[in-house]
């Protein structure tokens, strides 16, 4: 079965059990990911993406369904996991703030991958392969003394990135990995990832929610709502056609800065009310209380997802 | 001739830490006339939510020193105004909202209190307002930011509402007084897109109604785009560029403008600019004269060795860079 | 000739380091004098044999001629009940106190400490709920109490005090480093390590204790005077050091007894009691100063 994905997941549920109740953070996901290319999951706070990069870290152990990676079955959270396993996937996580501990010093951080895994032998040659790393990333060899709290949060963001290629990883997960950065310096991170991708022939899972950023960056695009996907397309068709109501009122809504750009942008739905708290999810179709173009059957029933197109999928009953 | 609302003149201001001082401003001009809505771009550390702090002297920081230049306010000179005449400045006629509507909220009151106590001490002692006066007024208030539902809200506290609904009443709070003058310091960065465009809105019209002046900070520059009439680019503790808002988009003239306006991903999808080569200044030992020739793409000899003034274009445009002398006359100090 | 340029380079960056704390540190002048007071105690604890007058006055001496004599030239802070030199016993006394600090931290941090990274990092399991009851119950007892019912049964002196002491105070460190433990446990950076694979035992020492280290020197520091203050309060009652060791605590109780007369006899160990806590306790708070992470 020639069946070139470096990633499947199938039927993903991943629910939380708290004080107020059940969070399903994550309902029902099918997605597939392809050698070599780069993902992209939108959403905005609550839609479930995070958790999604988490599990299939092994941060969390899922509640249901699949995660298939290269035909091999690995729905075990990050303890169950084999060593060579955690090699393979490594994850970029949001926040620079906290994702290097501030004890440690850049060398050790950069370290600890290479002598878990034994990527060489001595150290000696530790050092001299955590110097190539910061190369690869652009910051000078004298930050191997430097603390995080140090450097910037674009340094600290590298190097995160340096450390998840440390162990020559196949798949990266990047949780957000420019969003608290500025622009010229997303600029810089993101030609990186992407000479990177180039370069070690690496699949991503990249999410945010900046859309316009996601338009630059990924080929395929799924967007997310309250623990589901509501629409998933190659990227040139997902932002030329996009289907689902949720799709154009978020693209009608980010500010762009030329004209050229606002003709892109889908007829301007204004957008009202906020997201439901992910413990009481209204029945039916989850984004119903907020959509302009609601009807009856959306309170009730919840749509399942179809392939409108070749490649592009909506649930939105509108399209039933 | 119109007094200009804030004037800032050649503002210099240094931090004193361990190995020296931070020169953090390096001669601000940053003007503000009435009923205008003014931009303020830059990216991080560039010094731009000091100048505004120091504009209202809330710094905090006791090893922050001004070395020179002016802070007017209407015509008044901000530093040399004693503690009772600023805090009637900030009571009365600037308000300012900030990034983080949870940090700025105190989570051990409720929203209600936090409110009342505003009203009481900016107009409340003055006209004497009884307790049902403030309460209405503390509910108008809430009305006017399109809260629903005011009364449960006013007795809620800051953990009990979202984000937006945070940000909102920061704003309610902020438009209290009868003020001249918004600070609005990245209103929106933690915000989701929609309710950060919802905020946006409501900021507007908000502001249109009032008739107040804004200055707005963000480093998403779709958000100044659509707000402001006039915009300023900062860069390493100086403005570098001060033009109408879409001149600037269209038509920035500054090297730095120039870079960080095509760094911003475009929804065409053509990709991403190489970024900035380079890295910020080192505050500690800025480089000699304008602070960007390291990182410029048309450097010349004279940008080493001196650093150029706002030159300027047209009325209203303005470019700190060497590369516009032959062409215009210089506006000078 | 590389690996010595690479430690040359190593020395400046530490040395760097050092500098920019000591500047920190300085800003304050209470902690200079805290630290002060510390060397000069530490200083005198040390050479006490050397530079004290009387080295007599510690052992089994009394010499009634030169009994409750007041503070002279020859006797600073006057003598005892017994001829002893004040000025002498005291000096020595604050070797008692510093030792009785010394070997209580030396039993109750390391104890303390590695409790509290298992149950922190076991939260929510039986291993947790083991420590932390064992912790609950020994904290729910006075201290005072425990340490006299357990000097009662055992020889009285001053190891078994340091022990009796021991036994409660590694809770307090396992409680404060189980907070932290428990707080850090969910950043992002400990993900990070185990979703790279790093083993447990590295998690704990190399990545959270590291996080701990703050908040553990200051809370020594701060010990150290709270140590000597139980003491004392022992060794006012009766345990602790006995006769004719100085120790502050008995001194000061003997010393009350020729109250208002023999003012010097209760009256100088007290102040000296009280210049050495709040001497550890400036220090402590000038150290923990130092540990507020400064950002760029």
């Known amino acids: ?320 | 001739m119109q007094t200009p609302l804030i004037n800032i003149k050649d503002l210099h201001l240094e931090f004193k830490v361990f190995g020296g001082t931070l020169k953090v401003l390096d001669g601000v001009n940053f003007t503000v006339w009435p009923k205008e809505k003014v931009g303020l771009i830059g990216e991080a550390s560039c010094g731009k939510t000091t100048t505004l702090k120091s504009i209202i002297k809330i710094l905090g920081m006791t090893s922050a020193r001004i070395t020179k230049g002016k802070i007017l306010f209407k015509g008044r000179d901000i530093l040399k105004m004693n503690k009772a005449e600023i805090q009637d400045v900030r009571r009365k006629e600037i308000s300012m909202i900030f990034q983080d509507p949870t940090a700025a909220l105190n989570p051990v009151f409720s929203i209600g209190s936090q409110l009342k106590n505003i009203i009481k001490y900016s107009v409340g002692l003055k006209e004497n307002l009884t307790r049902k006066e403030i309460e209405t007024r503390a509910i108008e208030a809430l009305k006017r930011v399109m809260l629903p539902d005011p009364e449960r809200i006013l007795v809620s506290y800051p953990i009990q509402l979202s984000g937006g609904m945070r940000q909102r009443v920061c704003i309610a709070m902020a438009l209290l007084s009868n003020l001249d003058l918004l600070i609005a310091d990245e209103p929106g960065t933690s915000l989701d897109v929609t309710i950060n465009d919802q905020i946006l809105h409501l900021l507007d019209n908000l502001v249109k109604k009032k008739n107040i002046s804004v200055i707005l900070i963000s480093h998403a520059l779709g958000m100044i785009k659509n707000i402001t009439e006039r915009t300023y680019i900062m860069y390493a503790g100086s403005m570098v560029e001060v033009a109408k808002t879409a001149e600037i988009f269209i038509n920035p003239l500054h090297p730095y403008s120039q870079d960080l306006i095509a760094a911003v991903p475009k929804l065409t999808g053509e990709g991403i600019s190489q970024g900035i080569p380079g890295h910020i200044p080192d505050y500690l030992n800025p480089p000699p004269g304008c602070r960007y020739h390291p990182r410029c793409r048309y450097v010349m000899p004279i940008c080493k060795v001196k650093n150029p003034p706002f030159l300027k274009i047209n009325e209203i445009h303005q470019v700190a860079c060497w590369l516009f002398k032959k062409e215009v006359n210089q506006v000078g100090k | 000739m590389k690996k010595s340029i690479f430690i040359q380079a190593l020395n400046s960056k530490k040395w760097e380091k050092v500098q920019r704390n000591w500047y920190r540190f300085s800003r304050n002048y209470l902690s200079i004098i805290g630290l002060i007071t510390v060397t000069i105690i530490l200083f005198l604890a040390i050479f006490a044999p050397f530079i004290t007058a009387h080295p007599e006055a510690v052992g089994r001496y009394v010499n009634f001629s030169e009994a409750k004599k007041p503070p002279c030239l020859s006797y600073p802070f006057g003598t005892d009940m017994f001829g002893r030199d004040n000025l002498t016993r005291t000096i020595y006394a604050f070797r008692i106190s510093l030792l009785m600090a010394f070997v209580v931290l030396l039993i109750a941090v390391p104890l303390g400490v590695i409790l509290g990274l298992i149950a922190g990092y076991f939260q929510g399991t039986w291993i947790d709920t083991i420590i932390m009851r064992i912790t609950d119950i020994f904290l729910s007892i006075p201290p005072l109490i425990l340490a006299l019912a357990i000097c009662s049964i055992f020889p009285r002196n001053l190891l078994t005090t340091m022990l009796a002491i021991s036994i409660l105070w590694w809770t307090w460190c396992c409680r404060m480093v189980y907070g932290i433990v428990t707080s850090v446990k969910g950043e992002f950076f400990i993900q990070s390590a185990e979703l790279i694979g790093a083993g447990r035992l590295h998690i704990l020492f190399m990545e959270i204790l590291p996080n701990c280290l703050s908040e553990i020197i200051t809370k020594i520091t701060l010990d150290v005077g709270a140590i000597i203050l139980i003491g004392s309060s022992l060794s006012f009652v009766g345990l602790g050091a006995q006769p004719p060791t100085a120790d502050l605590g008995s001194m000061i109780a003997n010393g009350t007894k020729y109250l208002p007369d023999q003012w010097w006899m209760a009256v100088f160990p007290g102040i000296a009691l009280a210049i050495v806590v709040l001497g550890f306790n400036l220090l402590g708070d000038g150290i923990h100063d130092l540990f507020v992470v400064e950002e760029r």
């Open chain 1, 1 to 320: 079965m020639a069946n070139n994905n470096i990633l499947t997941i199938k039927n993903l549920k991943k629910y939380f059990i708290t004080q107020q109740g059940i969070v399903k953070a994550v309902n029902d996901i099918n997605l597939s990911i392809k050698e070599g290319e780069i993902f992209g999951l939108v959403g905005e706070s609550g839609s479930g993406k995070s958790t999604v990069a988490y599990t299939i870290a092994g941060s969390y152990q899922l509640t249901e369904g699949e995660i298939i990676y290269r035909n091999q079955d690995i729905s075990n959270e990050s303890k169950k996991r084999s060593k060579e396993l955690k090699k393979e996937i490594q994850i970029v996580f949001q926040d620079p703030g906290t994702s290097l501990n501030p004890a440690r010093s850049i060398y050790q951080i950069l370290e600890l991958p290479l002598k878990v895994h034994a990527i060489v032998k001595n150290r000696k040659d530790r050092t001299e392969k955590v110097k190539e790393l910061l190369k690869m990333v652009e910051l000078p060899e004298d930050y191997i003394y430097k603390y995080p709290q140090m450097i910037g949060g674009g340094e600290r963001q590298m190097v995160s990135i340096a450390r998840a290629l440390a162990t020559n990883p196949s798949l990266v997960l990047l949780d957000e990995p420019t969003s608290a950065l500025d622009v010229s310096i997303q600029a810089k991170i993101i030609n990186m990832l992407i000479q990177f991708q180039k370069n070690f022939n690496l699949s991503y899972l990249f999410i945010t929610h900046d859309l316009i950023l996601m338009r630059n960056v990924a080929s395929s695009v799924a967007i997310m709502y309250l623990g589901k996907i509501c629409e998933k397309a190659i990227s040139s068709e997902f932002f030329r056609n996009p289907l689902h109501p949720y799709t154009q009122m978020l693209l009608s809504s980010i500010p762009v800065l030329t004209d050229e750009e606002e003709k892109l942008k889908p007829k301007k739905i204004k957008s009202t009310g906020e997201i439901p708290s992910p413990v009481n999810i209204p029945p039916g179709c989850s984004f119903h209380s907020r959509c302009p173009k609601k009807m009856d059957i959306c309170s009730k029933e919840d749509p399942v997802m179809v392939e409108v197109t070749k490649g592009h999928f909506v649930r939105c009953h509108l399209y039933n």
